[in-house]
């Protein structure tokens, strides 16, 4: 292995959990800095390599052991680009087709590859998902796929709000939505108002 694949298989760590190389520093305790290009090569130009002690702790950080690093390194496992969106811009007409998968989204992040052909990446807002998900973290979401109760989903309002909950009861007049966090009590929203129901099949943290 060289330099150019070490720093690249830090890359590709950050990307599969929906991070940049600098959150994946601050996520390990390091400083910001610690995996930026600028840190990457020396002022006389000789390349700089990360220490191991770096790397361990960003292993840590991203629940990834040294073995799947080392697919990294050897560039096995590159993964594929998805669309990611956030959800304020979710929220805006025309931005899904009728399955709820996104149209209008040239932003992508790499991903390993579920073995599913149609899902995208959703950044999530709010704090009614925690201490499950928080604010920024990044899921996969299915669309089409079918849902039960109890199921972690992303859902859509005719209205065009959309957020991330728990399933709950569902019937022919209402679905209940329920949140993680205490603090947010359960939503029952009228089954016509809802536009769709995806469900979320990975998350970042």
Same mark, same amino acid.
Not at 22 to 29: C, D, H, N
Not at 166 to 189: F, T, Y
């Given at each position: 292995?060289?330099?150019?694949?070490?720093?690249?298989?830090?890359?590709?760590? $950050? &990307?599969?959990?929906?991070?940049?190389?600098?959150?994946?520093?601050? &996520?390990?305790?390091?400083? *910001?800095? /610690?995996?930026?290009?600028?840190?990457?090569?020396?002022?006389?130009?000789?390349?700089?390599? =990360?220490? /191991?002690?770096?790397?361990?702790?960003?292993?840590? $950080? &991203?629940? /990834?052991?040294?073995?799947?690093?080392?697919?990294?390194?050897?560039?096995?496992?590159?993964?594929?680009?998805?669309?990611?969106?956030?959800?304020?811009? $979710?929220?805006?007409?025309?931005? %899904?087709?009728?399955?709820?998968? =996104?149209?209008?989204? +040239?932003?992508?992040?790499? %991903?390993?590859?579920?073995?599913?052909?149609? !899902?995208? $990446?959703?950044?999530?807002?709010?704090?009614?998902?925690?201490?499950?998900?928080?604010?920024?973290?990044?899921?996969?979401?299915? *669309?089409?796929?079918?849902?039960?109760?109890?199921?972690?989903?992303?859902?859509?309002?005719?209205?065009? +709000?959309?957020?991330?909950?728990?399933?709950?009861?569902?019937?022919?007049?209402?679905? +209940?939505?329920?949140?993680?966090? *205490?603090?947010?009590?359960?939503?029952?929203?009228?089954?016509?108002?809802?536009?769709?129901?995806?469900?979320? !099949?990975? &998350?970042?943290?």
């Amino acid at each position: 292995m060289d330099h150019g694949q070490i720093w690249r298989a830090i890359d590709a760590l $950050a &990307a599969r959990r929906g991070l940049s190389a600098s959150a994946l520093a601050r &996520a390990a305790g390091l400083d *910001p800095t /610690t995996f930026n290009k600028s840190k990457r090569q020396a002022p006389d130009g000789k390349p700089r390599w =990360p220490s /191991t002690e770096s790397i361990a702790r960003a292993l840590g $950080a &991203a629940d /990834t052991g040294w073995g799947e690093f080392a697919t990294l390194v050897s560039g096995q496992d590159s993964g594929r680009a998805i669309p990611i969106v956030g959800m304020a811009r $979710a929220g805006a007409d025309g931005f %899904f087709d009728d399955q709820g998968f =996104p149209v209008s989204t +040239e932003e992508t992040v790499r %991903f390993p590859d579920l073995g599913e052909e149609r !899902v995208y $990446a959703l950044e999530i807002a709010g704090d009614s998902m925690e201490p499950m998900y928080r604010a920024g973290d990044i899921v996969i979401v299915q *669309p089409g796929a079918s849902v039960r109760r109890g199921d972690r989903v992303v859902v859509r309002t005719r209205a065009g +709000e959309v957020m991330a909950k728990v399933l709950g009861r569902r019937n022919d007049q209402s679905v +209940e939505l329920v949140s993680l966090n *205490p603090a947010h009590a359960p939503r029952l929203i009228a089954t016509p108002d809802i536009d769709w129901i995806a469900r979320i !099949v990975w &998350a970042s943290q």
